[in-house]
């Protein structure tokens, strides 16, 4: 049932809610939304300014009206929503599929067409994470190249962009490891990194369920497909592997944590309490967490420092060049900003 | 169409005129991307109506020839209904890993079956991105640019 032009005669439709939209209310409200979506407006207003609150309930309610009158040709717009509302809107993840700009006939004169709403509009799948390093990009040298120039190796997601996406290994545990067919077969528990290199081998694994107990399996960076916020995805359950089969070098593994970070002029500058690793490019090991000591005050503070590629890594100590002090960073925005302008001097150095 | 414009519709047999059940829940198969069958409510036992012993999907009801269309699921219906196959409400996760919101409805080519779009929280994607449904959820994969109409 395309919408037709010539029985749409009600330009706008304008509702207020005027109570807190949750349970209580929704089955009124719902009515009222029926209504209007009955008589097929172009635009339909839901004026929000003197509603309280929106529950889960309600957020359903609104997605679906916006779903309905979208889907007839009209839009929906969200009028007088409150930082609050706002919040419950993003909290939900709704805020990019609803529209809550200014109303549509009353700005459409001064209002550039690219403003006016399209209806629903996918989100990004990396929108958050692309706003958080599109922000500490801009900390970036923008005549510096890439941090990851895409040459060789395997590039987990979205091989076209050579972006630079830092975590701490700490953040990757407890994520679930999924197949392509949607099962989640483990979860992260440890990141398992080669101290010779640098670069990470794989991750130890825990079960899911309760009756799993302890995987014994672990998984293989070049078995993994892709890192993401929410999950480490594999191609399938095969892509695990018992520990005998894990090929580690006997001194590779080595745990970092707990190790003295140490300028080659020998002065200690903290304790590693966590590795950053690059899982935007080949799983290097880019920099280290620690905490720090009095060369670094105020000590006792967390910071993060980068790697010095070729300098020693053993489970007692890391060395790292002098002038990686002045590479210090206290988040992790800092470190991506901090870590281009480290890589660009450091291979002016060499 | 969408499938929530499906659900709850009387499931009507051809031969007797009589309501046998009530489409319930969709099984789609990832693998070809398109609905198999669909579990249907109240009609005892057998529960499950097999896409191509659908005779008709109109505004009022879903039609089959008769009675024995709603039956027990065989192949690879019986298959998907052993695993985690309820696509709706689950978690859509993206190849690489992030997730892109819960799936609200599927929206399908009522000939073929074939899911068109998949419709979440966070947006729409196309079906022909489907990859898996399983116990955690269902996988697209990523695509590059997102879908705007």
Do not use: K, W
């Given at each position: 049932m395309p919408p037709s032009s010539q029985t749409r005669t009600t330009p706008l439709v304008e509702i207020r809610v005027s109570e807190p939209l949750d349970a209580r209310t929704a089955v009124d409200v719902s009515g009222l939304l029926e209504d209007a979506v009955a008589q097929r407006p172009m635009q339909l207003i839901v004026d929000l300014a003197e509603c309280e609150y929106v529950d889960a309930t309600g957020v359903i309610l609104l997605v679906d009206t916006h779903r309905r009158v979208w889907q007839d040709g009209g839009r929906m717009t969200l009028r007088g929503l409150s930082p609050r509302l706002r919040r419950i809107l993003e909290i939900a993840r709704v805020d990019r599929v609803l529209h809550t700009g200014p109303l549509l006939a009353e700005?459409?004169?001064?209002?550039?067409?690219?403003?006016?709403?399209?209806?629903?509009?996918?989100?990004?799948?990396?929108?958050?994470?692309?706003?958080r390093i599109a922000h500490s990009r801009h900390g970036r040298d923008p005549g510096s190249p890439p941090a990851r120039p895409g040459t060789g190796g395997r590039r987990p997601a979205r091989a076209e962009e050579p972006m630079t996406r830092i975590v701490c290994a700490r953040d990757l545990a407890g994520r679930p490891v999924v197949t392509f067919d949607g099962d989640d077969i483990a979860q992260i528990k440890d990141v398992v990194y080669a101290a010779t290199n640098g670069s990470v081998i794989g991750f130890t694994l825990a079960g899911r369920k309760l009756l799993s107990g302890p995987k014994p399996q672990m998984l293989r960076w070049k078995d993994v497909h892709a890192v993401g916020r929410h999950a480490v995805m594999v191609t399938d359950t095969e892509r695990l592997i018992g520990p005998s089969d894990f090929d580690t070098d006997p001194a590779g593994g080595a745990d970092v944590l707990g190790d003295t970070v140490l300028t080659v002029g020998g002065t200690a500058l903290g304790t590693v309490t966590d590795v950053l690793v690059d899982i935007g490019g080949d799983a290097d090991v880019v920099g280290f967490e620690i905490v720090t000591t009095d060369a670094l005050p105020p000590a006792g503070r967390r910071a993060l420092i980068p790697r010095t590629s070729g300098s020693g890594v053993s489970g007692e100590a890391i060395v790292v060049s002098d002038t990686s002090t002045g590479f210090v960073t206290s988040d992790l925005a800092g470190f991506v900003a901090s870590l281009s302008s480290w890589r660009s001097r450091e291979s002016g150095v060499s | 169409?969408?499938?929530?414009?499906?659900?709850s519709r009387p499931v009507v047999a051809t031969s007797s005129a009589t309501t046998l059940a009530r489409v319930g829940d969709v099984v789609v198969d990832p693998r070809s991307r398109s609905i198999v069958a669909l579990r249907v409510q109240g009609s005892g036992s057998d529960d499950v109506v097999h896409w191509p012993d659908i005779a008709g999907i109109g505004p009022d009801a879903v039609t089959v020839a008769s009675a024995d269309a709603v039956r027990d699921a065989e192949g690879r219906v019986a298959d998907l209904l052993s695993g985690s196959y309820g696509i709706l409400g689950k978690r859509l996760l993206a190849d690489n890993g992030d997730e892109l919101g819960r799936v609200m409805d599927i929206r399908f080519e009522p000939?073929?079956?074939?899911?068109?779009?998949?419709?979440?929280?966070?947006?729409?994607?196309?079906?022909?991105?489907?990859?898996?449904c399983g116990s955690y959820a269902a996988v697209v994969r990523a695509e590059d640019a997102p879908v705007q109409t």
């Open positions: 700005t459409a004169a001064n209002r550039p067409d690219s403003e006016v709403d399209h209806g629903m509009v996918v989100v990004d799948p990396a929108d958050r994470g692309a706003r | 169409m969408l499938f929530i414009d499906m659900r000939t073929t079956g074939a899911v068109t779009e998949v419709i979440t929280t966070g947006g729409r994607v196309e079906g022909h991105r489907l990859m898996g």
